[in-house]
T-cell receptor, first 111, second 110 residues
């Protein structure tokens, strides 16, 4: 069973569209995250939720809106997609004493 | 301002020898450090961690060393195996978020 699963794995879409990436974890972790890996391979945190509450919101355009319907899910909705949004997005979850577990990533390509 | 740095983008090591991956950080408030391994088209996988109250943590072939005064940590892999070939990310935690380095690509050749 996949511990942190995110869908879709690949997403190609046109500029201006609205899209969502879903993430689910079955580890019972309290905290979930969205990370963005840019073209330079640098992983940067975007959002963090703890028990459905937003605890970290880095400098991310407000076109990006995370939604956490429950502790096991953290979805990422992106409005009005731009070329610069093209990247790999990783979902992760954590329990402090057990480290972080990452999903396999969603490669978003905006054309 | 990059708080976690991996200055070597790549490293090539012969099978059976030791691989040493280095990481430097700037924030003295970091209290927990982790190493992740990433294969192409997969998410990073947790490898080993160390708390700031320790200077060494060992798990099989993997050992992480922490030098707080130098704000430096390293990952030692011995003996290196071809399956270790991957990108290794150093990460540091300041309680509620994880900050990653840019990664070092390790290639272990026969």
């Amino acid at each position: 069973d996949t511990a942190v699963s995110q869908t879709p794995k690949y997403l190609v879409t046109q500029m201006g569209n609205d899209k969502s990436i879903k993430c689910e974890q079955n580890l019972g972790h309290d905290t979930m995250y969205w990370y963005k890996q840019d073209s330079k391979k640098f992983l940067k945190i975007m959002f963090s939720y703890n028990n459905k509450e937003l605890i970290i919101n880095e400098t991310v355009p407000n076109r990006f809106s995370p939604k956490s319907p429950d502790k096991a899910h953290l979805n990422l909705h992106i409005n009005s997609l731009e070329l610069g949004d093209s990247a790999v997005y990783f979902c992760a979850s954590s329990a402090r004493d057990r480290g972080y577990t990452f999903g396999s990533g969603t490669r978003l390509t905006v054309v | 301002d990059q708080q976690v740095k991996q200055n070597s983008p790549s490293l090539s090591v012969q099978e059976g020898r030791i691989s040493i991956l280095n990481c430097d950080y700037t924030n003295s408030m970091f209290d927990y450090f982790l190493w992740y391994k990433k294969y192409p088209a997969e998410g990073p996988t947790f490898l080993i961690s160390i708390s700031s109250i320790k200077d060494k943590n060992e798990d099989g072939r993997f050992t992480v060393f922490l030098n707080k005064s130098a704000k430096h940590l390293s990952l030692h892999i011995v003996p290196s195996q071809p399956g270790d070939s991957a990108v290794y990310f150093c990460a540091a935690s300041d309680t509620d978020k994880l900050i990653f380095g840019t990664g070092t690509r390790l290639q272990v050749f026969p």
